[in-house]
């Protein structure tokens, strides 16, 4: 089999010149939650791949640093994280000033005091917006938590998947989940560049992370007569879920997806789904289907 080759990471998420260890530490991250990704969807073709680069850049950290990255990695995937509103993204935790502006004018490598994990300076990113629920709101459970029938496309009309990005975007901007639909379109399209997020099944996830403020969220569109939106040899793609994740749901995240495509890795399931014409109809069934994968 002939391995697709994995897009250099571009430095989108790193503010200015950063420090090219710092640099060098974000992009082998990257390539550990892709992999981690691919896994949670079921999808091997890239893992061989994704294997030697990041055994590859591994390799390439100072001794020094390679022995602290996988320290932390050994507790958890991320391990390093960008500064956002003078908090640690990983943990949380406000950050002294102090610690904050030594990040900002990058002079070293910074730990984050509580949880230990690395912290850079990134550069602003769109914000999730959360609507405080009533308090005699009833607690949700399930799906509900992350998504609601105003985020769903029974039909999305798009050629390709730059344009699939876009219409989701748009469509969390209006609908007043995330702020600023122009750069979230970018930094999906730049994530889809290093590595297609097109899977088995069907199915595709386009996403970003680092979207904080609030909880993940997610928009679904789907294509009764599919898109070609991955590789030549892949099938078309029917179900599309646009994610939004915050640093911290990192690990939830990849439950989610596993949950997603255990679902719809049934026929049965893609069938149901796309036999519904209504954004409330298409809710309706995606919360009846998922049920028992997302807890
Ligand atoms: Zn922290």
């Known amino acids: 089999m002939k391995l697709q080759p994995i897009n250099k990471i571009k430095d989108y998420k790193v503010e200015g010149n950063m420090d090219s260890l710092i640099n060098h530490i974000v992009q082998l991250q990257e390539l550990t939650l892709i992999r981690d990704e691919q896994k949670a969807a079921s999808h091997s073709e890239h893992l061989e791949q994704l294997n030697k680069s990041i055994a590859t850049m591994t390799a390439e950290l100072p001794e020094e640093e390679q022995a602290a990255y996988k320290k932390l990695f050994k507790k958890d995937h991320i391990v390093i994280v960008p500064v956002t509103d003078d908090n640690c993204t990983g943990c949380g935790m406000k950050l002294p000033i102090s ?25 602003a990113s769109p914000k999730r917006v959360v609507k405080r629920a009533k308090r005699s709101a009833p607690r949700k459970v399930g799906i509900n938590r992350f998504s609601s029938s105003s985020l769903m496309i029974p039909e999305i009309e798009a050629d390709n998947m730059d344009d699939c990005i876009k219409i989701f975007a748009e469509l969390m901007e209006a609908e007043t989940f995330v702020s600023d639909a122009d750069k979230l379109a970018d930094l999906a399209m730049a994530r889809e560049s290093v590595l297609s ?12 992370r680092g979207i904080e403020g609030g909880a993940l969220a997610f928009a679904m569109g789907k294509s009764t007569a599919g898109l070609s939106l991955g590789a030549k040899n892949q099938g078309l793609t029917h179900i599309i879920f646009f994610i939004v994740i915050p640093t911290a749901a990192s690990a939830f995240y990849l ?5 997603l495509t255990e679902t719809f890795r049934d026929p049965e399931a ?8 209504t954004p409330a109809g298409m809710w309706k069934t995606l919360v009846k289907l998922t049920r028992s994968t997302i807890k």
């Open 255 to 259: 439950k989610l997806l596993a949950g």
């Open 99 to 123: 610690l904050v502006q030594v990040v900002r004018q990058k002079k070293g490598v910074q730990r984050c005091p509580n949880c230990a994990r690395i912290l850079y300076s990134a550069v």
């Open 270 to 277: 893609v069938e149901k789904i796309i036999a519904e014409t």
């Open 197 to 208: 997020t097109v899977v088995d099944h069907g199915m595709a996830f386009p996403h970003v």
